[in-house]
């Protein structure tokens, strides 16, 4: 019953900030050699309008999310951790869901799309092995949840979303509330983004059939790709490469689902 009274009471409170907290621009930035300096920060500006609830929800959800390991064997990066506590996933769902936006799953955002659920954005996250000075490439904007996540713990981030409507939407939405690293894209992540190649890291949040060759040409020597492989409908894999010496290393992180990258050449 308190369960419930507070949930019933977090989406009056969430609904009624919703609209000034995204219209005010706020600042962060990226985690760089600032953040590198306090392994367990990240640097972010406090959010003086955000309801003690929103905050409590999501330090519940992260610590379900941190209780688990991210893969057998693994263990959270304490950044990756920090970077999910402070990044207000309730502000890049649609009101109508946003009772939902602390609990562990998937999320629709329109269009057919969802917003991952956040064990999985912190799972792909953590695979990335970031250390604060990258480049990372996203394919699949979405909201821009992901996106924001990842622009606390690197230098720069440039996402690509393939619907017109969503990557207009996480533009504005990434900029209001003041991510300022991370570049949008409107176009077809198969390409890539030739321009701004090498990537340090590429994450792939909607999965091919197979892993695109540009993706692979546009990462950098040393560098990681993570991405849900596998035909819709057959059993997706969530994988991690490692370019070395031209080739890439695979290890496989388990079995996931995910939206199909669409428009395969
Ligand atoms: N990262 C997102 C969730 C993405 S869902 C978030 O944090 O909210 C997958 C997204 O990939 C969808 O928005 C979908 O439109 C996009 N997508 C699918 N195929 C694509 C392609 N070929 N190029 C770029 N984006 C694509």
């Given amino acids: ?112 799309q969802t917003i991952s659920q956040p064990t999985i954005v912190a799972v792909m996250t953590d695979a990335l092995e970031l250390s604060g000075n990258e480049r990372v490439l996203e394919i699949g904007t979405g909201s821009g949840y992901q996106a924001a996540v990842l622009s606390l713990l690197v230098r720069q981030v440039l996402t690509i979303e393939i619907v017109e409507s969503l990557g207009a939407a996480a533009r504005t939405r990434l900029a209001e509330l003041g991510y300022k690293n991370v570049e949008v894209r409107i176009g077809d992540g198969y390409l890539g983004w030739p321009e701004k190649a090498p990537f340090d890291r590429v994450m792939l949040t909607a999965a091919p059939p197979e892993i695109p060759r540009a993706l692979v040409d546009q990462l950098a020597e040393g560098g990681i790709l993570v991405a849900p492989v596998g035909e819709q409908g057959e059993a997706q894999r969530l994988v991690r490469w490692t370019k070395r010496g031209g080739a890439l290393e695979k290890q496989d992180l388990g079995a996931v689902r995910f939206v199909p990258m669409v428009n395969p050449p």
């Fill in 1 to 112: 019953m308190l369960v419930h009274v507070r949930r019933a009471a977090l989406a009056l409170v969430l609904a009624a900030s919703l609209a000034p907290a995204c219209g005010r621009p706020r600042e962060h930035s990226a985690g760089n050699a600032e953040s590198g300096s306090r392994s367990e920060a990240v640097a972010i500006a406090p959010r003086p309008a955000e309801p003690p609830e929103a905050r409590d929800a999501r330090e519940r959800l992260v610590r379900d999310v941190a209780a688990r390991p991210p893969w057998a064997g693994a263990e959270w990066s304490p950044r990756v951790l920090a970077a999910m506590r402070a990044v207000p996933r309730h502000l890049f769902v649609p009101s109508a869901s946003i009772q939902q936006a602390y609990a562990d799953h998937p999320l629709p955002i329109g269009e057919g």
